[in-house]
């Protein structure tokens, strides 16, 4: 697979080569490092007397973030640039102790955002219309909570390897918008709970498509907001379960007559559209409104194994299937502490 992507990188190098035009961005000069690093505390908290009486519950929610980047550009024709992003937070609500109705306690924490997400993207800036590329990323969480038989640390880990060409549309100390294509390579490695014995099985698939991502960096409201957007879509051409799911729909389909197919929704585009607008109400207090919207018809870390009974096969390919969009939306007010 690391093959298919360094013969796309060579490939489409020649292709940028020959597209130098009048209008060809002007070689970036070679420096030092820069870096960037902001890290964010937000805190939410409300809490009741046992008698208050409008019955609200209290409660309590904590995100802790880290944003790094360090970007070199070693010389006038090889940039390389990477980016760490972390995220994980909490949330805890009073409820009424189903032992005394009459005290309120504190119920268990649950997990309201969880986030590893690691890219490293080597442009080569030949001076022509476009840069070829060479990214490497890596998308996981801290803790798996999706299934109530228990956590899973670090699951799924996907990793992608990718080659195209890129181009860079507008880059300045406080603003970036830079679009790039190519083909990918997605391989996940995954633990889940078997549902029948409720045992940690392995998973590891991977498929390889055409990749589109668009990053950009852009101050609104004569700068007092700053709006970083990231569009990701992937459009699957090859899947290493492909067969798995077939066979799957046969045996589904003859113990339960008129069921849906679903053998061919890994072919489906998926869509990950990031937003986030953060105001700067003095040097700690920030406000933040972060939107998500993921479109993926099937999770390719869905465990497909054709030697399990076909109950428990329908169960877990279909917790694996997500026909609509999917959407997250976080107001907060926080502390945040640019590092460099």
Request: charged fraction near 20%; aromatic fraction near 10%; glycine fraction near 6%.
């Amino acid at each position: 697979m690391r093959a298919i992507v360094a013969t796309a990188a060579v490939a489409l190098a020649c292709v940028s080569a020959s597209a130098r035009g009048a209008d060809a961005p002007a070689p970036a000069a070679p420096g030092p490092w820069t870096y960037a690093w902001v890290a964010g505390l937000n805190l939410s908290q409300s809490a009741f007397s046992e008698n208050w009486q409008g019955g609200d519950q209290g409660s309590l929610v904590w995100v802790l973030t880290s944003d790094a980047k360090a970007e070199r550009q070693f010389t006038t024709r090889y940039n390389l640039s990477n980016h760490l992003q972390l995220a994980y937070g909490q949330s805890a609500q009073q409820k009424r102790d189903p032992a005394d109705p009459s005290r309120q306690v504190w119920g268990h924490p649950q997990k309201s955002n969880d986030l590893i997400l690691f890219e490293s993207v080597s442009r080569f800036t030949l001076g022509g219309w476009v840069d070829p590329y060479a990214a490497l990323r890596l998308d996981s969480q801290f803790r798996d909570e999706s299934n109530p038989t228990g956590v899973i640390p670090f699951s799924p880990a996907k990793l992608t390897e990718s080659a195209g060409i890129a181009r860079v549309l507008q880059k300045t100390a406080e603003r970036e918008l830079i679009t790039r294509l190519g083909f990918g390579v997605v391989e996940i490695f995954a633990r889940q709970f078997d549902p029948a014995t409720g045992e940690r099985v392995r998973i590891s698939t991977n498929d390889g498509g055409l990749e589109w991502q668009t990053n950009a960096t852009q101050p609104l409201l004569g700068k007092q907001v700053l709006y970083k957007g990231q569009l990701r879509a992937f459009w699957p051409l090859y899947f290493s379960r492909s067969r798995a799911l077939e066979q799957f729909d046969r045996d589904a389909r003859a113990f339960a007559p008129g069921r849906e197919a679903v053998a061919d929704f890994w072919k489906t585009p998926s869509v990950d559209f990031q937003n986030l607008f953060t105001a700067q109400i003095t040097k700690l207090l920030s406000v933040n409104l972060a939107v998500q919207w993921v479109y993926l018809e099937f999770d390719p870390a869905t465990d497909v194994d054709n030697s399990k009974p076909i109950a428990d096969r329908i169960l877990a390919v279909d917790h694996g299937v997500r026909k609509a969009g999917q959407l997250r939306e976080v107001l907060s007010v926080g502390l945040t502490y640019r590092l460099f």
